[in-house]
């Protein structure tokens, strides 16, 4: 139990440096910028986190099953990265170069715009392997990392903020610090005997896409899922946008602190097997999501108004709604990879987020022919989804666990 909370507290600070950048800039950005600003800021953000999943390719789940399996061999882990980076770099390019056609005809665009802006944060955020640091437990050596450059960012911005930069200017300074830390990683990494070469060779970049492929995809149906809400909206109006979004991150906040455990969680219950740290951790996490929700239902309205101003006011029901949603995250994301690695048996839980995906669609086209979609509808959908995964999952944890009873 205390590797575990080690772990999760090394990934935490690792994960939440990310969330440093929003976290101080966002309060200040309301109070300099308008509301249409404020918009384009949290679509950048979006942007970025849904981005990071699609160039992830599954690797905070595969990485790490695939370095156990090849017994954390140095030669086999870095023949490994190499392949991943690859990769990564030649869907960059082929991503960089549609987005630029893109910007090209239509450059007026704002949205566009911010996705252009945004690209140097995509990139480098997606070069830091931290499945390969998870998997030679050396989380803290990371986290150091990208807290330090992660501030660097921070002050970069705000001094573009008080002097008075256009939003643009300020989505691409917050990339700074990626591009720190992803230097920095590779070259500790490559300091510690992980060499990275360049890739020329099919077969193993086809083997990778066959091994990855159910990992990725259940990636990216849970993305899909998490971040459409933010580009729906950004169709409709900039008010609707901003008041969501700063919802829509202190629910990511609740969500990030959550993942890490469970990410945590999933390595040592894969090699340990162990029943009592699972429903412990459960437990733990159900009490947190409790404790959270009763202080935004006391105290939601001082902490708008601290952080955001009157005008976020309107983001209170929101952020109820969103309280409730993260509880039943927690029962779907908890009985997924973490409660199958108890049995082994990772496919259904790769098929519970299809699953996810079709209803939180289903329910957006029902929204959308009867004239509802609203951000409240929106999340309400969401929560739908959760439930109906949790209970996927729930489903097939009973199954197995009463196999391995008998």
Not at 195 to 207: A, G, H, Y
Not at 243 to 265: E, F, N, R
């Amino acid at each position: 139990m205390l590797k575990l909370m080690l772990n999760s507290i090394y990934l935490l600070l690792a994960q939440a440096s990310a969330l440093l950048i929003p976290l101080f800039l966002l309060p200040l950005l309301t109070r300099y910028y308008g509301l249409s600003d404020v918009a384009l800021y949290i679509f950048s953000v979006s942007v970025i986190s849904f981005s990071y999943l699609i160039f992830d390719f599954g690797l905070s789940t595969y990485g790490i099953k695939k370095s156990a399996e090849v017994e954390y061999c140095q030669a086999k882990i870095s023949k490994l990265f190499s392949i991943t980076l690859t990769v990564k770099f030649l869907f960059f390019l082929l991503v960089f170069l549609v987005v630029g056609i893109v910007f090209y005809i239509n450059q007026n665009n704002s949205y566009i715009k911010v996705v252009v802006f945004s690209f140097i944060s995509i990139f480098f955020q997606s070069l830091i392997p931290y499945w390969l640091f998870q998997s030679i437990n050396k989380m803290k050596v990371v986290t150091l990392i990208n807290v330090a450059s992660r501030l660097s960012s921070i002050i970069i911005s705000v001094f573009f903020v008080f002097f008075g930069f256009d939003i643009y200017s300020v989505i691409l300074a917050t990339g700074f610090g990626w591009v720190i830390a992803s230097c920095v990683s590779l070259k500790y990494l490559n300091s510690l005997g992980y060499t990275v070469s360049v890739i020329v060779s099919r077969e193993p970049l086809i083997l990778f896409f066959k091994e990855v492929r159910d990992f990725y995809l259940s990636r990216l149906a849970v993305s899909s899922y998490l971040y459409s809400n933010v580009f729906i909206l950004s169709t409709l109006s900039a008010v609707n946008l901003a008041v969501y979004g700063v919802a829509d991150y202190i629910y990511k906040i609740i969500q990030s602190l959550v993942s890490v455990v469970t990410q945590a969680l999933f390595p040592q219950i894969a090699e340990s097997k162990d029943y009592t740290i699972f429903f412990k951790t459960l437990f733990l996490l159900l009490l947190f999501i409790f404790i959270i929700g009763l202080f935004f239902k006391l105290y939601s309205h001082d902490v708008i108004q601290l952080l955001y101003g009157p005008s976020y006011l309107l983001a209170i029901p929101f952020i109820e709604a969103f309280i409730v949603l993260a509880l039943f995250n927690v029962l779907s994301v908890t009985f997924g990879y973490p409660a199958a690695s108890l049995f082994s048996k990772y496919d259904y839980v790769n098929y519970s987020s299809y699953f996810c995906l079709i209803v939180y669609f289903c329910g957006v086209v029902v929204l959308y022919l009867v004239n509802a979609i609203s951000p409240l509808h929106l999340i309400y959908t969401l929560i739908a989804s959760e439930i109906c995964t949790f209970l996927w999952r729930l489903s097939f944890f009973v199954k197995y666990y009463k196999l391995q009873k008998v």
